[in-house]
């Protein structure tokens, strides 16, 4: 592949903050076998950070990345993966990434780059300016200890509107583990902004005029971007809308996809009425409305529009103003956000749960997301919120701070779910003051352990939402029976993959998708309804497979997982299927370099397997089935005592389970004892170098001391 | 009849049934009827050609995008799915019956997609119930043996939603209601 191939910038900023050095690698020649994203973040990782290495070390690198398509018309296009040591996994900090939105990613590439490599650790607090092809390393003193959004304008003047930026909040200052990158206002990677704060890195500015080249056909390449918009969803591929409609057979009351005719945005300044054809292509930003599908109706009034990323018409960060907010709390009036991030104030409050409609919890949203999306605290999917919520309840963290710590926390206003509890929290988080603050910003596994906690109390309850090493359940048997279990178990944080919910949920009857899932993965058993979950076979082994490739393929393109894959579509003439190799046809078209859906799905499996061997090497284990695949007990019980494969429970079967990682560890060609990758496997995929590495230190399967 | 007369009989119905699905109506025989009169062509049967019937089901054999289905009074209803889905066309013809509509839609959604729906749909375009609307044709379906099927389950949360027994057992509906309520929401 010549360095003048399409799709990719050409370059790899590498900056060590420890001596100022500031070099570039040739991102094809360097990373042609990963392609970007967490691809280029898993083979830096392995070659450069050397097993023991801690978060906060000098010697840990802050991988940013993205891929061949962002920067591109490719619709969803606008991911960077942002990858390192996780500080919130548990016991022992692994790699991991973090994944944001918004324009940096596009910014990035057009200045020039593929990625950023921060090596090293700065003397000072300072922020990196990027102009196309001038770098400079900045004095951030200035901006040290000032919130996300004033460190944004600050940089924004210095360097012009026309610039992104990409920084931490007082937690990532305070290298709390659960902190957050964020740029363009909210769009944030979870887990990582520690780490940058540790760096002494305060923020990224860039700006860029150049753009991404397109090698292959343009007749093509323009083709195959109307093609793919004509097979979008609303956000995350619903693909179905939430309200029956004369241009669509089926309707699903809990699609995102709810920007029905008539709705209104009515805190925009001139307010918008929804109009025009549902399918129609121009009218795809009104199909999403997060906080009218979190929040429900009220929700619409207060829209002003969707926001979202470069390249993306879905706009899932809805942008709400509630001007009652600034009087009562003294806060913006404004805020944007999607899923977690839009809910990040309503979900510590346990009796609010149940009242998401509520003018109550819109409040609550909207101090949460001023406050969080400035001190850039992340919540690890919600399980900070519900950590919050268990360590409360059970009497635990009453015990567990001192009395006057305790009396200083308004706790009748936690009961009450007043918003202006969150005053009090969420800054000493960020702050990591107070034994509250600081331990409930360590993420869940270390708090457990600094409060002599066995984990067994999270993982035997299925409400704690705890999953494992720290970090949430995230889509696993409550929505795809062994399939969404066997992704919960690969990665070192909450498991972040969206291929196959995004499937599960996208809408269609039961019957249309399983038609679906016969022509992608070979049967229909390959999906069942939710709760109404069969016994294992190799189909859905197949379809978790996929769906880890597929995660991994989209983070290594700069597509958005979230949206993504889109093998089902609302085009009731195509059946409703999407297209399987959507994003081989891209990535071809991009770089001019013809790559097919199965080599290119090797591609991803050579990432996911990468990422398996740096887990197997940082801990120093080869043995993951026992010690790193790990599943809550909970999984295997249900609240009624319901058996499992009977309707109405989520409840797995311990020995179902075992033959599903069989398979699983089967068709990846990983050894069914350990669930390590073999030899055989690693030479498969061109990663014979690694394997070689792994077997100096006896952890391949077989050859163990 | 000769058969190019026919052939434009069946242009004018197809294009009516078109015209109307874009519109989000459906047509019956009485407005198709209407149609060719207003076009100066009688609607002749016996020995002068086919009837309006006859006409339309030539109409339906020539045009794949047209479809009919028998209204809940029996009559056929004819609508152009592209424009003027089934799904959507059943909810229009049930609409002056809200009993029908509830009751019809609930067994649909238990049938067709294996879940309960929430009663709050009703309240929500193009169903268009109001509360006292809603409230009555439940009161009407409880008494009733043709809608003994008819069920509701109670969420933690408070949610009232609706199923069919014919489809669904109770302790899967209200998994599933649980599951709607609070699954999308506390895991986004």
Not at chain 1, 532 to 545: D, F, G, L, S, V
Request: net charge neutral; charged share 20%; proline share 5%.
């Amino acid at each position: 592949m010549p360095t003048t191939t399409g799709g990719f910038a050409g370059k790899i900023l590498r900056v060590d903050l420890s001596t100022g050095k500031i070099g570039l690698d040739d991102t094809v020649e360097r990373y042609r076998d990963v392609l970007g994203g967490t691809g280029i973040g898993y083979r830096v990782m392995w070659e450069e950070v050397p097993a023991g290495t801690a978060p906060f070390d000098a010697a840990n690198k802050l991988v940013f990345a993205t891929g061949v398509l962002a920067g591109t018309s490719v619709p969803c296009s606008g991911r960077t993966a942002i990858t390192t040591l996780f500080p919130s996994c548990w016991p022992k900090a692994l790699t991991a990434s973090g994944h944001m939105g918004g324009r940096f990613a596009s910014k990035l590439k057009y200045a020039g780059y593929d990625g950023i490599i921060i090596e090293g650790k700065a003397d000072k607090p300072v922020w990196l300016f990027i102009r196309d092809g001038r770098v400079e390393i900045r004095d951030a003193g200035h901006l040290w200890g000032t919130g996300i959004r004033r460190t944004t304008l600050e940089i924004s003047r210095e360097m012009g509107a026309d610039c992104v930026v990409a920084a931490i909040g007082q937690a990532g200052e305070n290298r709390v583990p659960l902190s957050l990158i964020v740029n363009s206002v909210s769009h944030s990677a979870g887990g990582v902004g520690a780490v940058m704060g540790a760096k002494n890195l305060k923020a990224i500015g860039i700006q860029g005029s150049g753009s991404v080249r397109i090698a292959g056909d343009k007749v093509e390449w323009e083709r195959l971007i109307k093609f793919h918009l004509s097979i979008l969803g609303g956000n995350n591929q619903h693909v179905v809308p939430a309200f029956p409609h004369p241009h669509s057979e089926y309707y699903h009351p809990n699609s995102r996809w709810v920007g029905a005719p008539g709705k209104r945005w009515g805190g925009s300044d001139s307010p918008v009425e929804i109009n025009g054809g549902l399918l129609d292509p121009n009218r795809i930003a009104f199909r999403t409305n997060s906080a009218a599908f979190f929040l429900g109706d009220q929700a619409w009034k207060h829209t002003v529009r969707g926001n979202g990323c470069s390249g993306c018409p879905i706009r899932c960060h809805t942008i709400l103003k509630v001007p009652a907010v600034a009087a009562k709390y003294g806060i913006r009036d404004t805020a944007q956000n999607t899923c977690v991030g839009l809910l990040f104030g309503w979900a510590f409050f346990k009796s609010l749960q149940g009242n998401r409609r509520t003018p109550a919890a819109l409040e609550a949203c909207m101090v949460g997301m001023n406050l969080a999306d400035d001190l850039g605290i992340w919540s690890n999917y919600h399980q900070l919120q519900r950590d919050l919520i268990k360590l409360y309840s059970d009497g635990t963290l009453k015990s567990k701070i001192g009395s006057q710590e305790y009396a200083s926390y308004s706790w009748d206003k936690y009961e009450s779910a007043d918003p202006q509890f969150l005053f009090e929290i969420i800054p000493r988080i960020a702050m990591a003051q107070g034994e509250l603050g600081r331990a409930l910003g360590l993420g869940t596994g270390h708090l457990l352990e600094q409060w002599s906690i066995p984990e067994e109390e999270w993982t035997r309850d299925l409400s704690s939402g705890y999953w494992k090493m720290g970090h949430a359940r995230h889509h696993a048997n409550d929505v795809d029976g062994q399939c969404g279990v066997i992704i919960n178990t690969q990665y070192n944080r909450d498991a972040q993959c969206h291929s196959h919910t995004n499937f599960v949920q996208n809408g269609l009857p039961l019957e249309v998708q399983k038609k679906l899932a016969a022509e992608i993965w070979g049967s229909p058993d390959a999906v069942d309804g939710v709760g109404n979950y069969t016994p294992m076979n190799i189909h859905k082994a197949r379809r978790a497979r996929w769906s880890l490739i597929r995660k991994e393929l989209h983070d290594t393109l700069g597509l958005c997982n979230w949206m993504g894959p889109w093998v089902a579509s609302p085009i009731k003439e195509r059946g409703y299927s999407g297209d399987d190799s959507l994003e081989s046809r891209l990535c071809s078209t991009a770089t001019g370099q013809q790559i097919g859906r199965e080599e290119l799905d090797l591609v991803g499996e050579r990432i996911f397997t990468l990422h398996r061997a740096l887990t197997v090497r940082d801990m120093g284990e080869v043995d993951m089935r026992t010690r790193h695949d790990l599943i809550p007990p909970y999984v295997f019980q249900d609240p009624k005592g319901a058996e499992p494969f009977t309707r109405g429970t989520i409840r797995m079967d311990p020995r179902d389970m075992a033959k599903a990682m069989d398979l699983f560890y089967e068709i990846l060609g990983w050894d069914q004892a350990t669930g390590a990758p073999t030899a055989e496997t690693y030479a498969r995929l061109g990663l014979q170098s690694v394997a070689r590495g792994l077997a100096k230190k006896k952890l391949l399967p077989g050859v163990r001391g | 009849m000769k058969e190019q007369e026919c052939d434009v009989r069946c242009r004018i119905l197809a294009e009516a049934i078109r015209e109307a699905g874009a519109a989000g109506r459906l047509v019956g025989k009485g407005t198709l009827s209407a149609r060719l009169e207003e076009r100066g062509f009688g609607v002749p049967g016996g020995r002068d050609g086919p009837d309006l019937e006859a006409l339309l089901a030539m109409t339906l054999a020539a045009n794949e995008d047209l479809a009919a289905f028998p209204s809940h009074t029996g009559e056929t209803l004819y609508h152009c799915p592209a424009v003027l889905s089934r799904t959507y066309a059943s909810i229009l013809d049930r609409k002056s019956s809200p009993i029908l509509l509830i009751a019809e839609e609930v067994r649909r959604n238990s049938a067709e997609s294996l879940r309960p729906v929430p009663l709050d749909l009703f309240g929500e375009a193009p169903f268009d119930l109001s509360p006292q609307e809603i409230q009555a044709a439940l009161q009407s379906m409880a008494g009733s043996s043709e809608f003994e099927d008819v069920a509701s389950v109670l969420t933690d949360a408070g949610a009232v939603y609706l199923f069919s027994t014919r489809y669904l057992e109770p302790g899967y509906a209200a998994f599933l209601a649980e599951e709607a309520e609070t699954g999308p929401f506390m895991n986004p």
